[in-house]
């Protein structure tokens, strides 16, 4: 079977002159770093444990149905026309209560762009993760 051949560091445009290694997409230098930054953005499974218990509260009940009464359960994407079923973090709580709660974070969204917008922040269906507050949108 054929292997696929060696291609430049994704770090190459910062001066990598290293190749990668078949499949890889840095060379193994900066492969360490890639593997730490993914580890220090990724929550606990305690945290996140903690965070699915959040979602169950009354309060969060209580300003979902506002976030969505508000915006007349109307998707805040533009050119959207469905429905609102969920209320969205505009940007992502990460486990912080504060911004959890917070109703100038929230946003109505139909299902499919709140679904969107989430696997495009959270790294889902092949998509890089981004940091909080590079997106905003659905």
């Known amino acids: 079977m054929p292997v696929a051949p060696s291609r430049p560091c994704r770090y190459a445009m910062q001066g990598c002159r290293q190749m990668a290694a078949p499949g890889n997409s840095c060379c193994p230098e900066h492969a360490a770093n890639v593997r730490r930054a993914a580890d220090q ?34 998707c805040a994407t533009a050119g959207c026309v469905n429905r609102a079923t969920d209320c969205d973090h505009i940007r992502p709580h990460r486990g912080d209560w504060s911004l959890f ?10 299902h499919s762009c709140h679904s969107r917008k989430t696997a495009r922040e959270d790294g889902g269906f092949g998509n890089r993760r981004r940091e909080a507050g590079q997106g905003v949108g659905g």
């Open 41 to 74: 953005r990724r929550m606990s499974d305690e945290t996140v444990a903690k965070v699915r218990r959040w979602y169950r509260q009354r309060i969060w009940f209580a300003r979902r149905d506002a976030c969505l009464k508000a915006a007349l359960y109307r």
């Open 101 to 110: 709660i917070e109703s100038s974070n929230h946003q109505a969204l139909c």
